[in-house]
């Protein structure tokens, strides 16, 4: 890295020509003294930011721009595990209780086609029903924790609870059964992935 000699004694955006970043509106930069900063990270970088949270001097290379103006990596880092609650044994009773629904609810959509042409409406009007249902009770072992790879979790024992029925359906050749459980997966799973994140699967 070159030697910065003459660190730059005014605080003003031209700190971002040449670095590639954005200049930000009013926070992140916060240089209120006109002694030179070095970089938290980088000891030998001499830098006119700061992170607008622990006020920690940054270079441009360390910053990362959020919403409400520069921050460091560790800062940016802290503020996503608020979002990510999930304890490890949550993936597992996340897992069990959504497969063992998914396996019920899948073997009543077999029940249910079977009743003949209202069968049909039935399962079309269940599928997601039961995908809420299937939600709820995660959501409830879950006590609301979350993470994203908890959702997921979730999203592929929901398909794993029902391939059980989906093999019989196949091996006895039973195409409506077959056909039943595809109108049953499209359904439910994103509304179970809808309900437990807030996060529509398809648009
Ligand atoms: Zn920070
Ligand atoms: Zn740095």
């Known amino acids: 890295m070159t030697e910065n000699t003459t660190p730059p004694t005014n605080v003003s955006s031209e700190a971002f020509v040449g670095t590639g970043l954005p200049t930000p509106f009013g ?19 001499a830098t006119t930011l700061r992170c607008n949270r622990c006020e920690k001097p940054i270079c441009p290379k360390c910053a990362i721009l959020t919403p409400t ?15 990510d609650t999930a304890q490890w044994y949550d993936y597992l009773l996340g897992f069990v209780v959504a497969g063992l629904l998914s ?34 009770a995660t959501r409830f072992v879950l006590r609301r924790r979350r ?4 959702f997921i979790t979730v999203l592929v024992a929901v398909v794993l609870g029902a391939l059980p029925v989906l093999l019989v359906r196949l091996l ?6 077959i056909a039943f ?23």
């Not at 930069?29 to 970088?45: F, G």
């Not at 993470?147 to 908890?150: H, Q």
């Open 27 to 45: 926070r992140g930069l916060r240089n209120t003294s006109a002694t030179p900063l070095y970089c938290a990270n980088h000891p030998t970088i």
């Open 69 to 83: 103006g520069y921050r460091c990596k560790e800062c940016v880092r802290g503020q996503q595990k608020i979002f």
């Open 103 to 136: 396996l019920v609810a899948s073997g009543l959509v077999i029940f249910v086609g079977g009743i003949g042409f209202i069968g049909w409406f039935l399962v079309i009007v269940g599928a997601p029903t039961a995908g809420v249902v299937i939600a709820e």
């Open 147 to 150: 993470s994203r790879a908890l």
């Open 172 to 177: 006895v050749l039973d195409f409506f059964g």
């Open 181 to 203: 459980q595809g109108i049953y997966l499209v359904l439910a799973t994103p509304t179970v992935y809808y309900r437990l994140s807030g996060i529509q699967l398809f648009k």
